[in-house]
């Protein structure tokens, strides 16, 4: 879903000269990938859990409040 999006950031970044060729550092790379699959696995296991156990109000709750937080950063940003 996010591919896109990237897609388009990339772009942004050519046509407004602000993309560098520097070489990427492996370490750090590494290290975000292997952090972002394991939040990514614990997401979505957690999510499973809670569709399956027909607990999406926890979930309700998360998206009224982040949502509420969204709206006031945008109100005062």
Do not use: E
């Amino acid at each position: 879903m996010v591919v896109p999006l990237i897609f388009g950031k990339i772009a942004k970044d050519l046509m407004d000269g602000d993309f560098t060729s520097g070489t990427p550092s492996i370490p750090a790379l590494s290290v975000g990938f292997i952090v972002a699959f394991i939040t990514g696995v614990f997401a979505c296991t957690w999510m499973i859990t809670l569709v399956r156990k027909s607990q999406l109000i926890y979930f309700a709750w998360y998206c009224i409040i982040i949502g509420i937080g969204g709206v006031i950063y945008a109100a005062f940003h």
